[in-house]
């Protein structure tokens, strides 16, 4: 598996190829920030990321190349930055959506909506889509910020557009999903599910889009039509975004579990049980699954979890290859040349992190397989692992010690 359809940045779902590190991880740098860190974005060597009052830029070497103060009142940015031809677009709890100069983050230009803008602006063909909390999608020119066009959902959209075919697709807190006509906004077709659309937002491919809900389902709903080509219900929530991979639908739920679903069908291959809500949008790279829980409460059962993991599960099987526990809960992960970059929110321990994650080098020097070289059950080499507790190739257990952040699984 090379390819992958996931949100780039201008959200248009194409191909891309991404490479995940190798093996277990280890944080190569992280960052603190006084309250609040939200969605990151990657554009060349550069991170960026909306706090609780600022838009960041960070190099991939963990330096801080500067900030834009959105003079937030309250909640912050948690708008994903998307980032186009060298310009970051990304709204903010101010009311506005902002255009900043990539290198330098000066401000081209920002548009005031009546309400917080929390939905990840989608740019094409010179065109900024993005939802706002004032229930309005606006069309706005990408280098001047001028309004070209708005719809009026009558409620909140903190999905994030996707924009394919000209057509904008976006769901709404009104439980619909809405297909725009990108040139003028006028409505092509709507489709209402149970639940409210609150920040799953589309993946579109192949002429079908992909999109979950409250009410605990997963759509498929033809791209032309809006018709449905099949759902799929889950235990709890759906309010990840889907990533669609060479044929499977990967998603998560409120229920503890990643779902690997049939993109044609809507069967379901595989399910992968986590500790804690799954309230990050998966990301595929390297054949990997890389996913995120939350310690918030619970919906389903209406309990708070003590801990947040990190998972990383096989795409093709569903097994479990390691976990790295954070500090908070699990903000979406994207991957870039076999680094993870993640960031964590604690409320509790008022802790911000932002971290970069990388594969473990494994030096024949320092190899710590607590005095074991070969497994006892299958007599596979472990000084080719580094602190392993489970023998990788048949799940035997190493060691009860467990002196590490991540651990592989007992895949029996």
Not at 128 to 151: C, I, M, P
Not at 215 to 223: R, S
Not at 286 to 303: A, C, I, Q, R
Request: charged share 20%; aromatic share 10%.
């Amino acid at each position: 598996m090379d390819e992958v359809c996931m949100f780039n940045p201008t959200h248009r779902f194409s191909l891309e190829t991404q490479r995940g590190p190798s093996g277990e991880v280890t944080t190569q740098w992280d960052r603190s920030f006084p309250r609040g860190i939200h969605h990151v974005s990657i554009w060349g060597e550069t991170v960026y990321v909306g706090t609780e009052s600022d838009i960041v830029a960070i190099e991939t070497s963990g330096t801080e190349r500067w900030r834009f103060s959105t003079n937030t009142p309250h909640g912050g940015n948690h708008s994903s930055p998307a980032v186009v031809d060298g310009t970051v677009y990304v709204g903010s709890d101010n009311n506005y959506v902002y255009a900043l100069d990539a290198e330098t983050g000066d401000c081209d230009w920002r548009f005031q909506t009546n309400r917080w803008v929390r939905s990840s602006p989608a740019v094409v063909d010179g065109t900024v889509y993005v939802g706002g909390t004032d229930g309005y999608v606006y069309a706005l020119s990408a280098s001047r910020g001028t309004e070209q066009w708005k719809f009026n959902a009558d409620a909140p959209l903190n999905s994030s557009p996707a924009v394919v075919n000209d057509i904008v697709y976006i769901g709404s807190n009104d439980n619909n999903m809405y297909a725009l006509d990108a040139q003028t906004g006028a409505l092509k077709w709507d489709f209402k599910t149970d639940g409210n659309i609150e920040s799953s937002s589309p993946t579109v491919i192949d002429g079908t889009v992909y999109i979950g809900s409250h009410d605990k389902h997963v759509y498929a709903l033809d791209a032309t039509t809006g018709s449905v080509k099949w759902r799929y219900q889950t235990g709890g929530h759906v309010s990840t975004s889907p990533a669609v991979v060479d044929g499977t639908v990967y998603l998560g739920s409120d229920d503890n579990y990643m779902y690997a679903l049939d993109a044609e069908t809507g069967n379901c291959d595989w399910r992968f049980q986590t500790e804690g809500r799954v309230n990050t949008s998966p990301m595929i790279a390297s054949d990997e699954v890389y996913v995120g829980t939350s310690m918030f409460k619970n919906p389903v059962n209406n309990l708070s979890n003590p801990e947040s993991f990190l998972y990383s599960i096989d795409a093709d099987t569903g097994n479990g290859n390691w976990r790295f526990k954070m500090n908070g809960s699990v903000v979406s992960p994207v991957v870039a040349d076999g680094v993870i970059f993640v960031s964590s929110v604690n409320y509790t321990t008022d802790e911000y992190k932002l971290y970069a994650l990388e594969g473990k080098e494994v030096s024949m020097n320092n190899i710590e397989t607590h005095g074991k070289e070969d497994c006892l059950a299958c007599g596979s080499d472990l000084t080719i692992y580094d602190n392993v507790n489970f023998c990788p190739e048949c799940g035997t257990e190493v060691s009860n010690n467990d002196n590490s952040d991540t651990r592989i699984y007992d895949p029996k």
